[in-house]
């Protein structure tokens, strides 16, 4: 898409990152390009785009990586699956249907298909009635963002796939599944109904593993690793990689987790144990083997330590940092977020903030992305002072803050309001931003 070329080469020359490269070219251009930028890739990752495209594309895909993919890298990819988009099928065919035979915009193609769904409901229709979860997946598209929809669901390609269709898949690609990237899925009895559990570890091999935990749990969308010739660790390999790796606390806030969200539903720990093991969790990042030390310290055997850090680092308490945070350069990251930080002021559209220290983001309000810049250049400044540059920021941009989706005129009430979340910032999100390299 050249406009999305062209607006990433733009934030990136604003921001003065030199070292990402963006190229307007189609996957099976790319796959067969002589360029030395397109060659020897350790990682290639696909978001949104696998189960969007024709059959001819995941092929073009498919040749990239096995002729760019070094060996040992690694492939990531998400998409849509089976069994839980089976009731979904009709319903977008339907809505492709309505936009082949219109010649108006995708989100009024939207807007002319949910009608007719709706109508369908309303009348009781036979498809509707034997598929009784399809009401709910109406009222909840009618709640969600119109260009989101037109994207998932008026492509041609639009075809979920099950997981042993995409094991086939990447197998032509020289590479072979290892795991889900979300860290609970790897696990039956976290991602399974313990009745199901025993159906799960007798399957023959990890493809019928995978797809019964797919059946168990109704999934209807993946986020999974392949690596092209993957080498298993052996137990106490393992626990040495888990024990050296480098976590840092991401939660923005002190207040002790009540609950982890799993496939299964809600696992809520022990409270005593849980504020016992974040007060061990400093906010410096921290060695595996420091974690699990203060979870056993926290009254955990070694087995639960580490599935309690699993589970931080499942729920985004705790997610890995670089091993060089002490020395790796800040100021590229600093410029980015000052950028991100600007743009915010014209429009909601860029919400996360680069972490030198992770070597990854954070997600970033946009209250605090907006009077965040004020503090670095007034740090001694009180908060009311803060909040009225804020509001004086917005509006020289001709934006302002929204309450409900209402502007909110800059007074001494609104100014209160915002001085307060400035407040609440600052003794709590402010000091990680910095502990993470934000800031």
Not at 50 to 56: H, K
Not at 69 to 91: F, I, T
Not at 407 to 427: L, M, S, Y
Request: charged content about 25%; proline content about 6%.
């Amino acid at each position: 898409n050249p406009a999305h070329v062209a607006e990433a080469r733009g934030l990136a020359k604003r921001a003065g990152i030199g070292n990402v490269t963006f190229f307007e070219m189609s996957f099976g251009d790319a796959a067969v390009s002589s360029r030395p930028e397109l060659a020897d890739f350790d990682i290639v990752a696909l978001h949104g785009v696998y189960t969007w495209v024709m059959p001819e594309v995941k092929r073009q895909i498919l040749d990239f990586i096995r002729e760019k993919l070094v060996s040992g890298g690694l492939a990531y990819v998400s998409y849509n699956c089976m069994p839980g988009w089976a009731p979904v099928g009709p319903m977008q065919r339907l809505l492709k249907e309505v936009d082949e035979r219109s010649t108006r915009q995708s989100v009024a193609v939207i807007d002319e298909g949910m009608e007719l769904l709706k109508k369908l409901v309303d009348h009781s229709s036979a498809f509707i009635a034997h598929n009784p979860t399809i009401k709910s997946r109406i009222e909840k598209m009618g709640k969600q963002d119109k260009v989101y929809l037109a994207h998932e669901f008026l492509n041609s390609g639009w075809q979920p796939i099950y997981i042993t269709d995409a094991m086939n898949d990447f197998a032509t690609a020289k590479t072979t599944y290892v795991g889900s990237a979300s860290i609970a899925e790897n696990r039956p009895d976290l991602s399974a109904p313990r009745d199901l559990i025993p159906l799960i570890r007798n399957a023959p091999d990890i493809g019928m593993q995978e797809l019964l935990k797919d059946y168990a749990i109704n999934k209807q969308f993946r986020r999974d690793i392949y690596v092209k010739g993957p080498q298993r660790l052996n137990a106490r390999e393992q626990r040495q990689r888990l024990g050296e790796m480098i976590l840092v606390k991401t939660q923005m806030s002190d207040a002790v987790p009540e609950k982890f969200q799993l496939p299964i539903g809600e696992l809520k720990p022990k409270p005593e144990i849980m504020a016992e093991l974040m007060k061990g969790i400093g906010p410096k990042p921290m060695t595996g083997d420091e974690v699990i030390a203060a979870a056993i310290k926290a009254g955990l055997k070694e087995p639960d330590a580490i599935l309690y850090l699993l589970l931080l680092v499942n729920g985004g308490t705790l997610l890995p940092a670089r091993k060089d945070y002490e020395t790796v350069e800040r100021k590229p990251s600093h410029q980015l977020n000052a950028v991100i930080m600007d743009m915010s002021l014209s429009a909601d559209s860029h919400r996360f903030l680069a972490s030198p220290v992770m070597g990854s983001a954070i997600g970033a309000g946009f209250v605090d992305r907006v009077f965040a810049p004020s503090i670095s250049a007034s740090p001694k400044a009180n908060d009311v002072a803060i909040a009225e540059q804020a509001f004086d920021r917005l509006a020289k941009a001709g934006q302002s803050f929204r309450r409900e989706g209402k502007a909110i005129p800059k007074n001494d009430q609104n100014v209160r309001e915002i001085a307060a979340a400035v407040a609440e910032f600052r003794k709590s999100r402010l000091s990680r931003w910095q502990e993470l390299g934000v800031f």
